[in-house]
């Protein structure tokens, strides 16, 4: 048998992950004394009421090697071959950790998605279809291996305020930015969040970010695709999917939409909307 194992920065659902059969590992998120493991111990609509609400701006941790470990004795003990799909290395230590539990197995796979979000969650989403077909852990992975720089995450941010507070941008950046209603983009280029463009505005944001989509190299409609929104409301990733429904509407089986959970959360703030998507290969 193959076990897939993800964490929680790929923003499925605990429900989702159980749909999959995938193992999904939290990452901890810390509001001042009080610490909680994201999903299982503070869903995401409590995240973002304390988000909004909190004085003390949280601090997330990464899955350690203990958890794998314990994950690991369950199944590659077994015999079962295992595939571990992480956050982007640059982004946290919980590929390190994975690394490290799987030092002892030749039956476990650890794969750097080197991005976040929705597009960790179409790698993950991916290799669960590619078990299904009956391909074998190695061939999984080298397809995984082989598709990582194909996918992409693209995110409006509608607020610059959790930047600042995360220290990502500057106060003055966050202030200037703020009056006059800029909607940056990111993306991951080399495991870096990367801001690629910017756009006065929700409208223009949108009309941007389907620009940016068509100069990635446009959307493979054969793999997973997957949308989420950050906040406690769907609201504005509901309006931007009916005004660019000609993009997505009778071209795949497989949209997907989650809410984002802490590891993003806690750095995009409410309000964001992002795409994962594979761009077709040769």
């Known amino acids: 048998m193959i076990r897939i194992i993800t964490d929680t920065a790929s923003d499925l659902s605990i429900q989702d992950a159980k749909d999959l059969d995938v193992t999904l590992l939290p990452m901890t998120i810390e509001f001042g004394k009080e610490s909680f493991k994201d999903r299982y111990e503070i869903e995401p609509q409590e995240f973002y009421e304390r988000l909004t609400t909190s004085d003390d701006f949280p601090i997330t941790s990464q ?12 199944y590659a003990q077994a015999g079962d071959d295992v595939i571990i799909i992480t956050l982007g290395s640059n982004f946290s230590g919980t590929f390190q950790s994975a690394h490290l539990a799987a030092s002892n197995y030749d039956n476990v796979y650890v794969v750097d998605s080197s991005t976040v979000t929705v597009a960790q969650q ?5 290799a669960a279809t590619l078990r299904d077909k009956g391909l074998s852990a190695k061939e999984i992975v080298n397809k995984l291996n082989k598709n990582v720089d194909n996918v992409r995450v693209l995110a409006i941010v509608d607020t610059l305020e959790y930047l600042k507070k995360g220290g990502r941008i500057s106060s003055a950046a966050a202030v ?3 009056l006059l209603s800029i909607k940056p983009i990111l993306t991951t280029i080399n495991g870096l969040a990367t801001i690629v463009g910017k756009a006065r505005g929700k409208k223009n944001a949108n009309t941007l970010f389907k620009k940016l989509i068509t100069e ?14 950050s906040g406690t409301s769907s609201e504005g990733l509901d309006a931007y999917l009916e005004e660019n429904k000609d993009m997505y509407q009778d071209k795949t089986d497989s949209l997907y939409i989650s809410q984002m959970g802490s590891s993003v959360g806690t750095h995009g703030g409410p309000g964001v909307i992002a795409i994962g998507f594979f761009t077709p290969t040769a």
């Open 176 to 178: 200037a930015g703020g």
């Open 63 to 74: 899955v350690n090697p203990f958890e794998f470990k314990e994950v690991l004795k369950k």
């Open 216 to 229: 990635a190299g446009g959307i493979d409609y054969n793999k997973p695709i997957a949308f989420a929104y």
């Open 122 to 126: 179409c790698l993950v989403r991916y």
